[in-house]
């Protein structure tokens, strides 16, 4: 099935124009979050870099973060998440998901809805990027984080935590 004018020619690819607003300026901001598919609970920070420093400073804001609770976290295999330097709060304790599995993270379920909310945005600045990420994080009710990650596994007999 191809394209075309009216007078019935084929339209080449040339012809094609995608129809967005663009803006190629590259300046950066990561959310760092966590979410509870137990009890809808969120715990996000907005942070100027990803690297295992501002991971360290995610941790330690998140142990900080009903501190008598033990967070589970399914992490990837991300360099950041395994750094040497990491010391990791007594409250939190990281499990790994195997390599090039994000399906088995249930925070991979947010961080879909709001890069699809993301799409075609433009943003004159990192102010404007920040009140949207700010949007997306209200936006997220424990509700919406229960109907997104509660995977059935998570619920499973089979975990041991050492």
Known sequence: MGLFTRNGRALTAKGIKPVCPFQQVFQFTYAFGAFSPINGNKFVLELPECSS?????????????????????????????????????????PVFIPPYSPELNPAEKIWWTWKRAFTNQLFASLDQLSGFIETQVIQTTPQKILSLCRYEYIFSNYWTIV
Do not use: V, W
């Open 53 to 93: 420093r501002t991971f360290q400073l995610f941790l330690d804001e998140f142990s900080q973060y009903n501190l008598d609770e033990l967070k589970i976290m399914l992490l990837d295999n991300g360099a950041f998440h395994k750094a040497q330097s990491l010391k990791i709060p007594d409250n939190i304790a």
